[in-house]
């Protein structure tokens, strides 16, 4: 079992030991003798209603797609219109948050700039548009955003049913359980009964079933349209847990009045690889969103950021003149063969990634980067040459 402290260093979590309702706590509504309140394991109707069947009636809708574009239909209109259209999330910090300016930021912000980079040389050049959880895909598979970046969750069915396919997995995360301080419980075994606040649309509301029905725990999930419904329900104390992935709920607990009085339990239930995605049927420009993240992996591999790229490119340049130097550099940075003409971009495209964007590390530890703002490791975000899984393919 994976630690969620290694994927949220909460400063509150060594508090767990030891912990109680202290004064001022609002206690969440309990039944008599514990959780043990729904003695047969399953969820409610009302669950049903609320998760399951939307999840059906939208698999009934975006069953077996038709692939809307054709390979290079993207990247064609993308060029014609001006701009990227991005869908992102409608407020998660660490990922994607619009400031009182209007300004967005953000690790998937900052995945959507430096494909603006790479395809305008202008990472300006994006529009975000905010989506919920259950409206994300039919957004993209009508066109109205061209890529989603969206805490979103890489699996089978969305890969191979929707009409929409993954790019890269730009943050490996895992599912997590919120509960208050108050309730006394130091593990998941312990929730026999408990009343689950998450998203309608997610793959959290399907594990999270899987998880305690396998458990052999009774349940009642409550899932909203908006996280901001599911975090105040939760700090209202009309669920027992908030559950979401555990960067997620590492965004929403800093919104809390008293983030101190939330942990999160040991259990990480589910792999939640996020991975920005694309329309089916259009490699060209799944390419393009493929190779924008491998461009910032490989360009920290190479000790390339966004401070050094200029002093770089130019010593490459020299050394490139007379056959010397760093070829795995010169390649990303445009200076060798053109890599930029088959994706159909400028030979400069990942030069300008991270010239304008950075590197992957730094938009992960970006102010408003997991790092940043929420103070995570990068854990399973490393690099592989550090133990992580992140990994560019090579340019070559
Ligand atoms: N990774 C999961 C969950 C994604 C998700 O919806 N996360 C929520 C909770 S962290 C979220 O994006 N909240 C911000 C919002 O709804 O705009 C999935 O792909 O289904």
Request: charged residues 20%; contains cysteine; glycine residues 12%.
């Given at each position: 079992?994976?630690?969620?402290?290694?994927?949220?260093?909460?400063?509150?979590?060594?508090?767990?030991?030891?912990?109680?309702?202290?004064?001022?706590?609002?206690?969440?509504?309990?039944?008599?003798?514990?959780?043990?309140?729904?003695?047969?394991?399953?969820?409610?109707?009302?669950?049903?209603?609320?998760?399951?069947?939307?999840?059906?009636?939208?698999?009934?809708?975006?069953?077996?797609?038709?692939?809307?574009?054709?390979?290079?239909?993207?990247?064609?209109?993308?060029?014609?219109?001006?701009?990227?259209?991005?869908g992102v999330t409608q407020g998660l910090d660490g990922f994607s948050l619009a400031g009182?300016?209007?300004?967005y930021a953000g690790l998937d912000v900052d995945y959507?700039?430096?494909?603006?980079?790479?395809?305008?040389?202008?990472?300006?050049?994006?529009?975000f548009?905010p989506l919920s959880s259950?409206?994300r895909?039919?957004?993209?598979?009508?066109?109205?955003?061209?890529?989603?970046a969206r805490v979103t969750?890489?699996?089978?069915?969305?890969?191979?049913?929707?009409?929409?396919?993954?790019?890269?997995?730009?943050y490996?995360d895992?599912?997590?359980?919120?509960?208050?301080?108050?309730?006394?419980?130091?593990?998941?075994?312990?929730?026999?009964?408990?009343?689950?606040?998450?998203n309608?649309?997610t793959?959290t509301?399907?594990?999270?079933?899987?998880?305690?029905?396998?458990?052999?725990?009774?349940?009642?999930?409550?899932?909203?349209?908006k996280s901001d419904?599911a975090a105040?329900?939760?700090?209202?104390?009309?669920?027992?847990?908030y559950?979401s992935d555990a960067s997620g709920l590492a965004a929403m607990r800093l919104r809390?009045?008293?983030?101190?009085?939330?942990?999160?339990?040991?259990?990480?239930?589910?792999?939640e690889?996020l991975?920005?995605?694309?329309?089916?049927?259009?490699?060209?420009?799944?390419?393009?969103?493929?190779?924008?993240?491998?461009?910032?992996?490989?360009?920290?591999?190479?000790?390339?950021?966004?401070?050094?790229?200029?002093?770089?490119?130019?010593?490459?340049?020299?050394?490139?003149?007379?056959?010397?130097?760093?070829?795995?550099?010169?390649?990303?940075?445009?200076?060798?063969?053109?890599?930029?003409?088959?994706?159909?971009?400028?030979?400069?495209?990942?030069?300008?990634?991270?010239?304008?964007?950075?590197?992957?590390?730094?938009?992960?530890?970006?102010?408003h980067g997991p790092?940043?703002a929420l103070?995570l490791?990068?854990?399973?975000?490393?690099?592989?040459?550090?133990?992580?899984?992140?990994?560019?393919?090579?340019?070559?």
């Amino acid at each position: 079992m994976r630690d969620p402290n290694n994927f949220i260093p909460f400063s509150g979590v060594a508090s767990r030991v030891g912990f109680g309702s202290g004064p001022g706590h609002v206690a969440p509504r309990l039944p008599e003798g514990g959780l043990r309140r729904a003695q047969n394991p399953g969820f409610k109707m009302k669950s049903l209603l609320g998760c399951a069947l939307p999840a059906l009636v939208f698999g009934l809708a975006f069953g077996a797609p038709e692939a809307r574009a054709a390979s290079g239909d993207t990247l064609r209109e993308v060029k014609a219109r001006g701009e990227l259209v991005c869908g992102v999330t409608q407020g998660l910090d660490g990922f994607s948050l619009a400031g009182s300016d209007g300004s967005y930021a953000g690790l998937d912000v900052d995945y959507c700039r430096a494909v603006a980079a790479a395809v305008f040389g202008d990472a300006a050049k994006v529009r975000f548009r905010p989506l919920s959880s259950k409206e994300r895909f039919e957004a993209l598979k009508s066109g109205e955003v061209d890529v989603l970046a969206r805490v979103t969750t890489w699996s089978m069915s969305r890969d191979t049913q929707l009409g929409v396919i993954f790019a890269a997995t730009n943050y490996y995360d895992g599912q997590a359980l919120l509960v208050p301080t108050s309730l006394g419980v130091s593990s998941a075994a312990e929730l026999d009964g408990a009343r689950l606040c998450t998203n309608t649309g997610t793959t959290t509301e399907l594990n999270i079933t899987d998880y305690f029905r396998r458990n052999g725990l009774g349940f009642e999930l409550i899932a909203f349209e908006k996280s901001d419904e599911a975090a105040s329900a939760y700090e209202a104390g009309r669920c027992d847990v908030y559950t979401s992935d555990a960067s997620g709920l590492a965004a929403m607990r800093l919104r809390f009045a008293n983030p101190a009085e939330h942990v999160l339990l040991p259990e990480i239930i589910s792999k939640e690889p996020l991975a920005p995605a694309v329309r089916q049927g259009d490699e060209q420009w799944l390419n393009v969103a493929r190779w924008t993240h491998f461009a910032q992996l490989n360009a920290e591999e190479l000790g390339i950021s966004s401070e050094n790229v200029d002093q770089i490119r130019e010593e490459q340049t020299a050394l490139a003149a007379r056959s010397q130097g760093n070829q795995e550099i010169q390649r990303l940075l445009g200076l060798g063969d053109d890599f930029g003409a088959s994706l159909g971009l400028p030979k400069d495209w990942a030069y300008q990634i991270v010239r304008q964007v950075g590197n992957y590390g730094e938009i992960f530890d970006a102010p408003h980067g997991p790092g940043g703002a929420l103070g995570l490791a990068r854990g399973l975000n490393a690099l592989w040459t550090e133990g992580g899984l992140q990994y560019g393919i090579p340019v070559r």
